[in-house]
């Protein structure tokens, strides 16, 4: 009887170490369903001679041995070494060492004795024929691949840090690389992430650090990049010389420029720090481009057509329109010119254009350099220099390219132009408007960057309000910290992908460095600090050098133009790039936004005013010798007499019989002649009908 219970004890013993083992398995599995391999075999046990070998580092799968040193799904060193160099999948390729040791150790997990656990989940199951790259990652584990290795396989990462281990990490519960439950003891040969590296991953990344996503190079000296706001998603580069590329929503840059004016266009040619700012200056598109295809734009040129005098170039601003058969290009043709202003020194001349919500066009202006002394001896619009000047380009007036706002502070004013805004600038290096503000008074919102003087550089920030003068007025923020660099205006961020800059200004100097200055509140003044940008391990690229812009899409994405600091005109070392937060998807679900084709021209003026000109309103302004509502009729002064029809500008088409410019002279011919006369009368009695009835319908 005793031997038998001792028989019994030993069987319940067998038992339960049996299903102990099942149950809890290597390294404290839940279920023996958990140990299976990825194609659903049984693991192996490794033998004491690849024990040893994994040990003492001599294999070249000894990563993958020294993770699962007993039981493993590779049960040889060849296996495991497959597994490592496997090249099915172009994530696992990298260049930085310490996103490499994570990736070989995440290849591992398909020699985890639980592998089939790890690579199936309801979100790569719902996927047919799709293969899981990543298996399920503990959460701290998840955080340091996503942090070392986001920089340098960037297809991987499409989400923020949160989004991304939500879908690849394991939940409490379950199995999860590297196979320790979250609730395990670690132990020293455990390569899941203690508590102190969890803090030193969250203290190196605690920084609230943007990245620059490197978008396009070689540009000779860009100097802005604006949209149409026609829904294509198009950005238009400016290049110094007089060249505007197009980059299409896809990154495409098109071979033709959309606008050449480099034989217009007289620009510097070394533009170092401190250089020479003449050429290419500013592009505006008017707020309803879609439909009236008007641009606007400014640049210096020559003053051959001016008197000769002291100054040195002309800055002038004039209006195109786009092709009516091309969407991607501009009718050069089409050029009006709005204001030349005269100019005497190549320095601070500013030039930029830009429509506010109300739909009117602002144009700031530098001081050009010019004192008291020679605005005396100067010829030309010289009240122009150093101001903001607002206009109405929305006019059916033929005669004027623009009109005056009444509500201009000098509108009746008898002692300034009419066209000013504002005055008292100085260098204003780039200005923009709040696109969805407004100050106290309930005007725009619009900031620019200047300097405090002719003969410095020291910056500051001004919010541009109607009739201030702003050699006295004080400015918002004195930007101490750029030091000697000239300041760089940008853009108030009003995009979507980044929210944690939202409502921020952006701006930078020519040094390379860029800021954030923040709204006040009721009980803080503006708030500026430094715009921490991340290097190319944790981004992918790094912004370096002179910024030359800013940009702005048609979502509100702020872009930024830089390049090398010793560079010319005609020099390809400028670069296109996108301000971006690592922390957010590069391109939301929430912010997406359909593109639509650029479409062209079809109002009523751009197909029948062949003749002249269409306003922005759509008036068709007739080009000499031409008349009627579309230009059609040719206009002879004096009129065609004795039945003549008007076919060309003082141009006549007589009938039989009459001769001259107006067919004023009475003649007659043979028989023959006579009868030809007759055909050539009928002709233009049916030509004078026509006309007639072309006029009527129009």
């Not at 700012?277 to 008017?286: C, D, K, Q, T, W």
């Not at 002291?310 to 501009?330: A, C, G, M, W, Y």
């Amino acid at each position: 009887m005793r031997h038998l219970k001792f028989v019994l004890v030993l069987a319940i013993a067998a038992n339960i170490w049996e299903c102990g083992d099942a149950k809890f398995g290597e390294k404290g599995e839940i279920s023996p369903r958990r140990r299976r391999c990825y194609d659903g075999s049984l693991p192996k046990r490794l033998k004491k001679r690849e024990r040893k070998l994994s040990l003492d580092g001599s294999s070249s799968g000894e990563v993958c041995h020294r993770l699962y040193p007993r039981v493993s799904c590779c049960p040889t060193r060849r296996a495991a070494y497959q597994i490592l160099h496997r090249r099915d999948s172009r994530i696992f390729s990298t260049n930085n060492t310490e996103c490499s040791r994570l990736l070989e150790e995440i290849k591992c997990a398909r020699c985890s004795p639980h592998a089939q656990v790890l690579f199936h989940s309801p979100q790569t199951d719902a996927v047919p024929h799709r293969e899981p790259d990543l298996p399920r990652l503990c959460h701290d584990y998840c955080r340091e691949f996503y942090y070392t290795c986001r920089g340098h396989i960037s297809e991987l990462f499409q989400a923020d840090v949160d989004e991304f281990c939500q879908y690849y990490g394991g939940k409490d519960d379950a199995l999860c690389f590297p196979d320790f439950h979250r609730k395990q003891p670690r132990g020293p040969d455990s390569n899941y992430l203690g508590e102190e590296k969890i803090e030193e991953i969250n203290r190196k990344h605690k920084q609230n650090c943007y990245c620059a996503q490197e978008l396009l190079s070689g540009l000779r000296h860009p100097v802005a990049v604006v949209h149409c706001g026609d829904g294509s998603q198009r950005l238009f580069v400016l290049e110094k010389e007089g060249f505007v590329r197009i980059l299409t929503h896809d990154l495409e840059l098109l071979k033709e420029p959309f606008l050449d004016i480099h034989k217009l266009v007289q620009s510097g040619m070394k533009v170092g720090l401190g250089g020479d700012e003449r050429g290419l200056l500013s592009l505006a598109f008017h707020p309803n481009y879609k439909k009236n295809g008007k641009l606007y734009v400014s640049y210096t040129t020559n003053q051959e057509r001016w008197a000769i005098g002291p100054h040195d170039h002309i800055l002038r601003v004039v209006e195109f329109t786009v092709s009516r058969k091309n969407p991607n290009q501009v009718d050069t043709r089409t050029t009006r010119v709005l204001m030349e202003v005269a100019e005497l020194h190549r320095k601070h001349l500013g030039g930029q254009l830009l429509f506010g919500p109300d739909g009117l066009l602002h144009i700031f202006l530098g001081d050009g350099m010019i004192t008291l002394d020679d605005m005396e001896e100067m010829d030309g619009l010289s009240d122009f220099t150093g101001s903001a000047l607002r206009v109405d380009v929305d006019t059916d007036s033929c005669s004027a390219p623009y009109s005056i706002p009444k509500n201009n502070p000098y509108f009746n004013s008898t002692n300034q132009p009419p066209e000013l805004f504002a005055h008292g600038l100085h260098d204003p290096g780039r200005c923009a408007v709040d696109r969805h503000q407004t100050n106290n008074n309930g005007s725009l919102l619009i900031m620019c960057t200047d300097s405090t003087g002719r003969n410095t550089s020291t910056g500051r920030i001004l919010q541009i309000v109607k009739g201030r003068d702003y050699e006295n007025e004080p400015s918002i923020f004195d930007l101490r910290s750029t030091g000697s660099s000239a300041p760089v205006g940008g853009f108030v961020y009003r995009g979507c992908q980044s929210r944690r800059l939202y409502g921020s200004y952006v701006f930078g100097n020519k040094n390379g460095n860029l800021w954030i200055l923040q709204k006040p509140t009721a009980d803080k003044p503006w708030q500026e600090k430094a715009l921490c940008l991340g290097g190319t391990s944790s981004c992918g690229s790094s912004l370096a050098g002179q910024i030359l812009g800013f940009g702005e899409d048609e979502q509100g994405e702020v872009y930024i133009l830089a390049s090398s600091k010793t560079l010319s005109a005609q020099a390809h070392s400028g670069k296109l790039y996108k301000l971006v937060d690592p922390k957010r998807p590069q391109v939301p679900k929430e912010c997406r936004r359909q593109v639509e084709a650029p479409e062209m021209l079809s109002t009523a003026c751009s197909r029948q005013c062949k003749n002249g000109h269409c306003t922005p309103t759509g008036k068709c302004c007739c080009s000499p010798g031409w008349e009627g509502p579309f230009c059609r009729i040719a206009k002879c002064e004096p009129a065609c007499r004795n039945g003549g029809v008007c076919m060309e500008p003082n141009k006549c088409l007589c009938k039989s019989g009459f001769s001259g410019a107006q067919c004023e002279k009475g003649e007659r011919g043979a028989k023959g002649d006579q009868e030809k006369d007759g055909i050539l009368d009928h002709i233009i009695d049916m030509t004078s009908y026509l006309l007639d009835l072309t006029s009527y319908i129009v």
